[in-house]
């Protein structure tokens, strides 16, 4: 029977952290682990990302708002040196390394016999490391998972493993388990849609994982990580913040018919520390940007629809007047707040392909309708629009070449030649090939018919 539950109130891209997993090309830290020596932990592609995990835990557990920073904090500064001692609580050293490493070494598929099975990373992850991310979820509360991705007995590579956070899952009918993540690899705009996926029906076998998350290569399994609250009270500033805003989603489609009016909705969440107002002598509204204040669409401010504390989202209805001209119009928004700034995320740059209007068609008539052979007859040409039935004055062009106009009589001779048929010898017709050209319209093709 399929099973469906998810951590109530938590969305990766709104309580996740607002920026990437990027930090400088060095081990975040190296320790001494008996009987390994020293373990370097992460590396440049690794980063802090237990530690970005265990903060949005942190802050979520905390019912505090979502840490507004949407660019990764200097070294020294609070923020980064509260990701750091996550990142070592993340480790739980020495125990969670030596499961680390224990796991990178064990095959994927249970090997030996009898009593002397041991036991392969697909099993441990199914019938061990699933029920207790599963009973988390349950119970409504963040999981957080060590992702194993090497198959080695060097520990040097101990980095090369990932650290995320499972939210949601889901279990179809077919016993394939789904999980959501918090991946601190994966950017703010695709942070909702970071999946894992694994079938449950056969643990004692190799059982592939695919998945999104943002790393190179393939998962092996995962564990539930040893979590312990910290308090990051500290991390909330002790100032208002600055106005600020997240880029949600939304957007427009591509492409677009020229002079439609449609409309697109672009939702914005306030991660700043002033709440956005719609009156006043300095009202917060969206803005057009590429280029900044451009009119490409109609307007170049939308309204705000209501005021938006600090921690809210709104959805602003952007109305579109396409522009009648084709060609590739940028559209991207801004929040400001009038003749003060302008601030925070600018909605995807995103260009819109307005194509040329389809030409219309034509219905082409000849006179007579039915040709004779081997002799010359006055052929008159008449062209009206497909729809509207009126006539058109165009060029009409025989084999390649043009003979007049329509609607002005010409000579033509249909050729034919003798050929040999079971009834004897006859005349086949060569039809000429006619066209039509009007200005504005598909060209239409002469119905020329012999009897």
């Known amino acids: 029977m399929a099973q469906h539950n998810a951590v109530p109130g938590f969305r990766a891209s709104v309580n996740g952290l607002h920026f990437t997993n990027a930090w400088p090309s060095e081990p975040d830290i190296i320790i001494d682990v008996s009987p390994l020596g020293k373990v370097p932990i992460g590396d440049a592609s690794n980063g802090l990302c237990g530690g970005m995990v265990y903060t949005v835990i942190d802050v979520f557990s905390a019912a505090l708002p979502p840490i507004p920073d949407t660019t990764n904090p200097a070294q020294g500064t609070p923020l980064f040196n509260y990701l750091v001692s996550r990142l070592f609580a993340s480790f739980d050293i020495p125990g969670g390394v030596l499961k680390y490493y224990d796991w990178m070494n064990t095959p994927d598929h249970d090997t ?20 207790r991310v599963k009973a988390d979820i349950d119970a409504g509360v963040l999981s957080p998972l060590g992702l194993v991705t090497v198959y080695t007995t060097d520990p040097s590579m101990m980095g090369h493993n990932h650290q995320v956070l ?213 052929v008159t040409v008449h062209a009206v629009d497909a729809v509207s039935a009126a006539t058109l004055s165009g060029t009409v062009t025989v084999n390649g070449i043009q003979v007049g106009h329509t609607d002005a009589p010409f000579s033509l001779t249909v050729p034919a030649h003798r050929v040999n048929t079971p009834d004897g010898w006859e005349w ?23 009897a």
Not at 170 to 188: K, R
Not at 429 to 442: F, I
């Open 112 to 131: 030996g016999m009898w009593m002397f099975v041991r036991r392969g990373v697909a099993w441990h992850t199914i019938m061990e490391e699933w029920p």
């Open 166 to 378: 499972a939210y949601a899952y889901d279990v179809d009918d077919s016993n394939v388990l789904t999980l959501h993540l918090y991946d601190p690899n994966t950017s703010p705009t695709g942070a909702d849609d970071v999946r894992l996926s694994l079938d449950l029906s056969n643990p004692t076998h190799t059982s592939p994982i695919t998945h999104n998350v943002n790393i190179s290569g393939s998962i092996r399994g995962f564990f539930r990580t040893t979590y312990a609250f910290s308090n990051p009270a500290a991390l909330e500033p002790t100032t208002p913040l600055p106005s600020n805003a997240f880029f949600v989603g939304g957007g427009i489609a591509s492409p677009q018919p020229p002079g439609a009016v449609t409309s697109a909705q672009l939702t914005f969440e306030n991660i700043g520390g002033t709440t956005w107002t719609s009156g006043g002598a300095n009202p917060f509204r969206l803005g057009a940007q590429s280029p900044q204040d451009n009119t490409t669409w109609g307007t170049n401010r939308v309204e705000l629809p209501n005021d938006v504390a600090p921690g809210e989202q709104v959805t602003f209805t952007v109305p579109v007047t396409v522009p009648s001209t084709p060609g590739t119009y940028h559209f991207a928004w801004r929040m400001v707040q009038e003749l003060v700034t302008w601030f925070g995320d600018t909605s995807p740059d995103t260009p819109v392909v307005v194509p040329a209007p389809p030409q219309p068609s034509m219905t082409v008539s000849v006179t007579p309708a039915i040709l004779p052979t081997r002799r010359a007859v006055m």
């Open 428 to 450: 086949d017709a060569v039809l000429p090939t006619g066209t039509v050209s009007v200005p504005g319209y598909v060209s239409g093709t002469i119905p020329f018919d012999t």
